[in-house]
């Protein structure tokens, strides 16, 4: 059995002050029927909680985290930026190196704007579309989280399937009716779309990668024909990158699919482990922003010098290295290998679905899961269950069955043999009455 016994008692102490006792949904192990556990500290591929526990992480804080814990470059990097200020409201040369190296990364982008958030990042590329196109309807897909934005919380994933709220109260029905869903990997449902509002689309927002109804990965020709028809329709195409971005190739999942897009948003891994956010793309779209176009936005904390400095550095750190994704891809294979043949070997249905360091592992017969109405049926009784016993052995994964597993740069193969064992001892306990 775990020792959690301070982690308990601390949730308990932070429902008196704090909304629910977490600060954002899925902590809270709500849907695996435990408490959550409080982190202490974390180092390199290692996280440590309050009851002196040690895990190997495989959330890796939800993407952020790709070349471990506490990089020490990245560390020296957000110390020396402190040691001058740690906010200025005012532009830093900081701010023009990170997009810089954006674009140097990845060229399809003109210019960048950064912001604090992946949601504000999204909220900002939706509304410049709709100043771009001059019109105000846009089309996302069944399943697919792009924030906590009023516009998106419609048929969302990621925490809102946790709990078995696909809409949200507080959502006004004016602003679900500009949202417009589809199915994803399902070109169809976005062409009808496109026919049943004629000239009225601003834009397709997409995550390239779905990340957060489990990963569900697009099929060969899906993200193209999204780029032909909505360019046929003379609107956009954002790919919401937050997750996808830097995570599966240098110029992200534009380079990944050989698809363009017209504006992408970016989070997570541009922070190194900070808050941020930023939205880019086209010139003849992003100079529309404010101050020297009319579609307002802006932040205090936008361009944050702390944020910059462990952004800048961990991207420097993957640009540097040419074998970084290979590397990445070779340790994600052989770890979803291992799980394949412990499921085959146990005998419990699953289906594993993986692009590069992204992969969930769905307690579900589908040979094929390509949609939210596939990963929705998954078994998340089983999925809590095979949750607990992975913690117990020190395996730090999602509390959610909708949700990725992530490798970094900081696991070794050792702890990836670890984590198999570790997957083949808990889905027996499945077979346990």
Known sequence: MLNNKNSVREFARAKNSIAAGVNSPVRAFKNVNSTPLFVKNADGQYIFDIDGNKYIDFVCSWGPMILGHAHPRVTKAVEDAAKFGTSYGAPTVLETQMAEQIKKMMPHVDLVRMVNSGTEATMSAIRLARAYTKRDKFIKFVGCYHGHGDSFLIKAGSGAITLGLPDSPGVTQGTANDTLTAVYNDINSVEKLYEQY????????????????????????????????????????????????????????????????????????????????????????????????????????????????????TL???????????????????????????????????????????????????????????????????????????????????????????????????DLQSAISANKIALQTLLEK
Request: charged share 20%; glycine share 10%; net charge negative.
């Open 316 to 414: 420097r750190i993957i640009d540097q290295d040419n074998d970084f994704y290979k590397k990445l891809e070779e340790k994600a294979k052989y770890l979803v290998d291992g799980f394949s043949k412990n499921a085959e070997e146990v005998g419990v249905d699953v289906t594993v679905n993986r692009v590069g360091s992204m992969m969930t592992f769905f307690f579900n017969n589908h040979k094929v899961i390509k949609n939210y109405d596939d990963a929705i049926i998954s078994d998340v009784k089983k999925y809590s269950k095979y949750f607990l016993k992975m913690i117990e052995q020190g395996m730090w994964i999602a509390p959610s069955q909708f949700e990725c597993m992530f490798v970094s740069a900081a696991h070794t193969f050792d």
């Open 198 to 313: 004629p000239n009225q689309i601003a834009a397709v927002i997409v995550e390239p990668v779905a990340g957060n109804m489990g990963v569900v990965v697009p099929e060969p020709k899906f993200l193209n024909d999204l780029r032909v028809l909505t360019s046929k329709n003379n609107s956009l195409l954002i790919f919401d990158e937050v997750i996808t971005g830097f995570r599966l190739a240098k110029g992200g999942a534009a380079e990944y699919f050989g698809v363009t897009p017209d504006l992408c948003t970016l989070g997570k891994i541009i922070g190194g482990g900070l808050p941020v956010g930023a939205y880019c793309g086209k010139r003849e779209i992003m100079q529309l922003v404010a101050p020297d176009g009319p579609v307002y936005q802006a932040g205090t904390l936008s361009g944050n010098p702390l944020a910059m400095a462990a952004g800048l550095e």
